[in-house]
């Protein structure tokens, strides 16, 4: 199984400012993927972090909001630009080898905007 | 687009007791199938997965079981114990992204 790290694990961050957050990665992974987890809700989809390439996002998720990076095979990261209370949420980090095998999540991102 | 319910909502037993989860999704071309717990305020801790060809997993005192066809999995908890207490969510695979259920909500009383 994958370890996960991601940093960091909370943060308290004023409206209108960017965080970025972290996941690396114990091995080669094909997929990563960004949840983000509204409170009381279950996680919805960020985006699928392509590695080299840019990131693919789903509906309601833009660039410009939410710009990640994957420079390579074990890491990536995910910024929450120009944030709003509505932002806080707690941000998760998952990778897959394949669509044949477990997802593995890090342990989260909590983060509180006011 | 998939949807993914999970029920009940939220679920209080007495330590001991047998129980089932219930997952249901409105697509059935699913990759896999996986159950998740999660604890206040943390990541997600995968339990067991299920390929979209077998019928049922098993692990320790956990029991998962697909019928793909019909579009639902349950996860059976034996003996239950306070350590269970978490939320359990499912997830199903499929056009490339997983999604999620909202989960069910276990508490195990002492």
């Known amino acids: 199984s994958a370890v996960i790290s991601q940093k960091p694990s909370r943060d308290i961050c004023q409206r209108g400012t960017s965080l970025t957050i972290q996941c690396q990665v114990d091995s080669q992974v094909t997929m990563m993927f960004w949840y983000r987890q509204q409170p009381g809700q279950s996680l919805t989809l960020i985006a699928t972090?392509?590695?080299?390439?840019?990131?693919?996002?789903e509906s309601g998720f833009v660039i410009d909001k939410f710009p990640i990076s994957r420079p390579n095979l074990t890491f990536s990261t995910l910024t929450v630009s120009n944030m709003s209370p509505e932002d806080s949420s707690i941000y998760l980090c998952?990778?897959?080898?394949?669509?044949?095998?477990?997802?593995?999540f890090g342990q989260g991102t909590r983060l509180t905007v006011v | 687009k998939q949807e993914v319910t999970q029920i009940p909502a939220a679920l209080s037993v007495p330590e001991g007791e047998n129980l089932v989860l219930n997952c249901s999704f409105t697509d059935s071309a699913i990759y896999n199938l996986q159950w998740f717990r999660q604890d206040p305020g943390k990541g997600l801790t995968s339990l067991l997965l299920i390929q979209s060809s077998q019928r049922e997993q098993t692990s320790g005192r956990l029991n998962a079981s697909l019928d793909k066809s019909s579009g639902r999995s349950t996860l059976y908890i034996a003996a239950s114990q306070p350590g269970d207490s978490a939320t359990y969510l499912c997830a199903v695979y499929n056009a490339g992204k997983s999604t999620f259920g909202d989960g069910t909500t276990l508490t195990v009383k002492p």
């Open positions: 972090a392509n590695q080299g390439s840019e990131a693919t996002y």
């Open positions: 998952s990778v897959e080898e394949d669509e044949n095998t477990e997802a593995f």
